[in-house]
């Protein structure tokens, strides 16, 4: 094939971000808002990436050249080129490539952009050499998210590539969950980006810090988790707020909220959400909330917008990767 297509989706964490990290479960769901990449074969033997997230370079013998977005854009293109590299390597193939990047998931935000669009960049390059193997981009795209952040768990590309609902644990992999019940969402962003890596690394000095503590934190961590799957399964959605208010009180105290996360969180539960939290990697970044029904949920993401902050309602994506 001469081109090749793929998108998935980013994800947001319902419970166990940061303890993940250190074997502990976690419960994720990806979410309607995709990354797409295409590739197309070149003439030249380089790989050109350009994202509409202002950065494009080329790869070539000589290094890298930045086309767009200056320093910076090798940060955010390194680790697609590394899955592109991965790809070549195992297909035993010596091509150039041209790779279009088109995103609607927000950026630095925690919501997985940098794990959807290393799905993405896998499945759509392999998809010139043959039919992709979800398993198989799903392993290149956590080599490659690496390059970000060398403790990722893993569960962000997990989720983008498998889609829905999942229970996943760094030695058990995943399990598909259902809920019950429709879960209403809101999505409300702090407008302050993070850098997943460095939040990793505060979280490994705190628990190197206080082992004690942090290992009760991680227990109680866990808990809560095996209380939410019987929550969601059983869909009952008041103690599942309870359980996501009792998963930020954690997240507090192992450093990872910020003040704006805070005062979106009372915003939110001022508004009638049955629970709110941070999502994802924190620092900043977004705040997920639970509402009781569709109607509530067009209520608080109102509420928050009032507050000047920005908000959208979310739909869990069963699909996953899509090639
Ligand atoms: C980032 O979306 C989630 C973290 O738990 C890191 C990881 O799982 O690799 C903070």
Known sequence: MTSGKASAPAKIILFGEHFVVYGNPAILASINRRITVAA?????????????????GEYSNSGFNPIKGGKDAREILDPLYSAIRQILAARNQKIGIKIDVVSKVPHGLGLGSSAASCVAMAAAVDSLFDRPDRQKVCE??????????????????????????????????????????????????????HSTG?????????????EI?????????????????????????????KLLSENQALLRQIGVSHEKADDLIDICNGAGALGAKITGAG????????????????????????????SFEVEIDQAGLIV
């Open 283 to 310: 620092g900043g970044g977004a705040v997920i909330a639970l509402a009781a029904s569709k109607q509530d949920s067009k209520k608080i993401a109102a509420k928050i917008k009032a507050r000047g902050y920005d």
């Open 213 to 241: 503590l942090f290992s009760d934190l991680a227990k109680q961590a866990s808990d809560i988790c095996t209380q939410a799957m019987a929550a969601i399964s059983s869909g009952n959605k008041e103690k599942m707020g």
């Open 40 to 56: 197309h074969t070149i003439k030249d033997n380089k790989i050109v990436i350009e994202s509409d997230i202002g950065a494009a």
């Open 198 to 210: 460095d939040l990793v690394a505060s979280v490994k000095k705190f628990k190197d810090k206080n």
């Open 140 to 193: 290149w795209a956590i080599e490659s998210e690496r390059m970000i952040h060398n403790n990722s768990s893993g569960a962000d590309c997990y989720v983008s590539t498998f889609g829905g609902l999942i229970h996943y644990s760094k030695s058990k992999g995943f399990k598909k969950m259902k809920s019950k019940s429709p879960l209403s969402m809101v999505i409300a962003s702090t407008g302050v980006r």
